[in-house]
Structures are given as C-alpha cells and as structure tokens.
C-alpha cells in the first residue's frame, strides 16, 4: 500500500523558519540533523499518522550546488515555499516496482546526520535524474522505511525557548492540496493511492504542493499554505 510520507518546506533560516510554522500552526518540533552532502539542515514537524513535515534550509552554501541552490534560490527574498512531497511504500517489493514503472532503480544514499551523530540511509525511488525530474512537474517521489519504528514523525518534539507553550495535538493530515494536471497525476500515483490521501488538485502555472490541512485532537484543523517552487526548479531546467 502507498501512504503519504512527509513534505519538505524551504524556508530562508532554519531557525527563524521553524520558529514561524510553530507559531503559525501551534504545532511541535524536534532538531532533525544535518544532511552533510547538501549543506541543509532540517527541523521536523510530527503531524500525526505517520506522516510529518521537514522544514529545510541552507546551512552551508559551499556545499553541492543542488539541491542546495535550488532552496536559496525559492527562498530568496524572505518566502518559505514548498519543496516537494513524498509518499512511501510498504514493502520494499513495492518500491522496486513503483521503480520500474517509472524506468529508474531504488537508491540508498546517505541521509542526514541526527543530533546525536547517527547517520540515516534514504531507501527511495526513483532515484538519479529522475528524482528532480518528478520534483520539477510537481510529483512525488517514494520512500521505504524497513522499520516504522525509526520513521521520523514517530519522534517526541521537543520542549526547548522556541516550542509554542502549549503544542497542538496532530492526528493526521486531513487532505492536501497540489496544482497540476488531475489526470497526470492520478496516472503517477495511482488512482487508489489519490483517493485515499484526499487529493485537491487545483489548475494553475505553479505545479506542485500547495497546502496541508492537519487535524488535530481538538476536532479542528490547521492549513499550511505556501507557494510551490516546482516552477522555479522547471525554468532551471530549460
């Protein structure tokens, strides 16, 4: 079965940025790591259900020129944008066929490097060129988690200056909203995987995750909206 995983938010200065979406969301955080390769850091927002929200900035510029480039460039200016968004597989049978019907393979690269020095590994696909190409369109891309245990939104957030003084409770994500072709990307991820996340495409020039509506244990709702930076990655490219 294919769910829905996380979504990654570029914001200018990781800080600054994290401080912000808790502000704005009530919701709680944790200090994600470092992913050394990219000069990027990341700050993760449980939502509930296995599912959570990665803010990313640049940390070290000096780095590889992508995607770090990509992320000062959406978030010149002060703007957090949406970056991508990713689904996952259950089983690792599953992930090599969404590889296979998208003609790439399963990556295992090196992920970030948590606080306490533990290096994760990213089982993902499609990997290589494909991988800015989906995210270019708007598209996600897929990872494989072998044990729940460690998947990220699992984690307990933390309770430093910068957490809101009483953190909202997050059950799920209640629906997403991406601009694009409907049938496009009902083709990408399959139509009982679109139905099931409840999907909201919209039409529009900016392909790619608009907003995340989030329930919480009180019966409300709370929605992060941005702007997408597919756009911008697609002019890169031409």
Known sequence: MIRLDHMCLGVPE????????????????YEGGV??????GNTIFPLGGDVYVEVEAVVDPTRAPEPAGWFGR???GGLDQWMFWSLRTDTLEELHEV??????EVARVPG??????VRRTITSAPGGPLLLDLWRKGLPNWYYRPDPATNPARR????DSTAPANPRTPVGVAWIEVCGDE????RHVG????????LRVVGGDEPGLLAVAVRLADGAETVIRRRSAAALLDRDAR
């Open 14 to 29: 990781l800080a600054d940025g994290g401080r912000r979406l808790a502000a704005e969301t009530g919701l709680g955080s």
């Open 99 to 104: 590889a296979e019907r998208l003609g790439g």
């Open 183 to 186: 049938k496009e990307i009902v």
């Open 191 to 198: 139509e009982e995987t679109f139905e099931r996340l409840s």
């Open 74 to 76: 959406a978030t010149r």
């Open 112 to 117: 970030r490097t948590e606080p306490n020095g």
């Open 35 to 40: 992913f050394e390769e990219h000069g990027l």
């Open 156 to 159: 307990p957030v933390s309770a």
